[in-house]
Nanobody, 121 residues
Framework: QVQLQESGPGLVKPSQTLSLTCTVS??????????WSWIRQPPGKGLEWMGV???????YYSPSLKSRTSISRDTSKNQFSLQLSSVTPEDTAVYYC?????????????WGQGTQVTVSS
């Protein structure tokens, strides 16, 4: 059974870069045809898809976040990471990593437990 675990700082100052890492177990992040995605949920709001890195390293981002978002991977550690630059208090949210399965809907499966990130001075 695949498991995912988010890690990184819980507090980030405005204008700085938010950095998180997702460690994946039981399946290689290079296995065809999975994708590896980041999603967030601000307090009192719905889930917001941020982006994905495919098994071959191709990346796709939400248009509203593309200019500030970078997803990368370290295949030797079976990890993928999120960087969100120029953060503001509106970026405060629970951040999740998840596996994308290759069905017609691109279902988000095998979610991590989530990690709270607060942007505050």
């Amino acid at each position: 059974q695949v498991q995912l675990q988010e890690s990184g700082p819980g507090l980030v100052k405005p204008s700085q870069t938010l950095s998180l890492t997702c460690t994946v177990s039981s399946v290689s992040i290079t296995t065809s045809s999975y994708g590896w995605s980041w999603i967030r949920q601000p307090p009192g709001k719905g889930l917001e898809w941020m982006g994905v890195i495919a098994y071959d390293g191709t990346t796709y981002y939400s248009p509203s976040l593309k200019s500030r978002t970078s997803i990368s991977r370290d295949t030797s550690k079976n990890q993928f990471s999120l960087q969100l630059s120029s953060v503001t208090p509106e970026d405060t949210a629970v951040y999740y990593c998840a596996r994308v399965i290759p069905d017609i809907r691109g279902t988000l499966a095998s979610w991590g437990q989530g990690t709270q990130v607060t942007v505050s001075s």
